[in-house]
Each structure stands twice: as structure tokens, then as C-alpha cells.
């Protein structure tokens, strides 16, 4: 049973910066799939905001690109999004997901690919104040 645990949430000031943690178990699809971020504000639809194949290969959403960066630790099993200079359009809740057949570059370029994700965890907060 594949399980995503996000964590490292909270509320930051803008310009500040904050690193998200999501422990991934019983995913054995990195091979030919992706590990990501996704991001739920109120309001606005899902969207890929960082996503990273299993050869390290990463892809941005062209509002964080720059300013993010996704990696992960094969030895923990963990992912990462470090997030620096924060905006206040910043602010939603973040996912990890993990799908065995999308690649980064599908997840982050083909806005319907969140209907397709086939693993999501829970979310963790993150409130960036102006």
C-alpha cells in the first residue's frame, strides 16, 4: 500500500523561506513515473507546482521556477520542496502525489494530469502573510 506523510507546513512572512517533507512508502514506481508537489489555494483549481523523475530530472511551474526546488533522499524516502522567497500567492495547501506512469515534465506541463495522479497525501498548510 503506497503512502504519501507530508510535513513543514506553517505561516511564514513573505520573503521568508520554508522546506516541506512528504515520507513516501510502499511507491516502487519512481523508475517510470514522478514524485510532486501540488498546490490547492481557495478559489483556484490543483496545480503541479514541482514534479522530479526517478533519474533527478525536475520540472517547475513557471510560478515558482527559480524560487522552489523538489528533491529526494532515496535512503529516507523522502521528498522535498524547499521554498524560498515566499509570496503571499504562495499560500495553499501543498500535496505531495506520486504516480507509477507520469513523468515530471507531463505532471507539471499537461494541466489535466492532476485527474490522473494516482497517489496523494493528505496536504500540509502553508499561509504566507504580507
Known amino acids: 500500500e503506497v503512502h504519501l506523510a507530508e510535513s513543514g507546513g506553517g505561516s511564514v512572512q513573505a520573503g521568508e523561506s520554508l522546506t516541506l517533507s512528504c515520507v513516501v512508502s510502499g511507491f516502487v514506481g519512481l523508475g517510470r513515473g514522478s514524485l510532486s508537489w501540488f498546490r490547492h489555494a481557495p478559489g483556484k483549481e490543483r496545480e503541479g507546482v514541482a514534479a522530479?523523475?526517478?533519474?533527478?530530472?525536475?520540472y517547475y511551474s513557471d510560478s515558482v521556477t527559480e524560487r522552489f526546488t523538489i528533491s529526494h533522499d532515496n535512503d529516507k524516502s523522502t521528498l522535498y520542496l524547499q521554498m524560498n522567497s515566499l509570496k503571499p500567492e504562495d499560500t495553499a495547501t501543498y500535496f505531495c502525489?506520486?504516480?507509477?506512469?507520469?513523468?515530471?515534465?507531463?505532471?507539471?506541463?499537461?494541466?489535466?494530469?492532476?485527474?490522473?495522479?494516482?497517489?496523494w497525501g493528505q496536504g500540509t498548510q502553508v499561509t504566507v502573510s504580507s
Open positions: 522530479i523523475n526517478g533519474d533527478g530530472t525536475t
Open positions: 502525489a506520486a504516480d507509477e506512469s507520469l513523468i515530471a515534465s507531463l505532471v507539471i506541463g499537461y494541466p489535466q494530469a492532476v485527474r490522473l495522479i494516482s497517489y
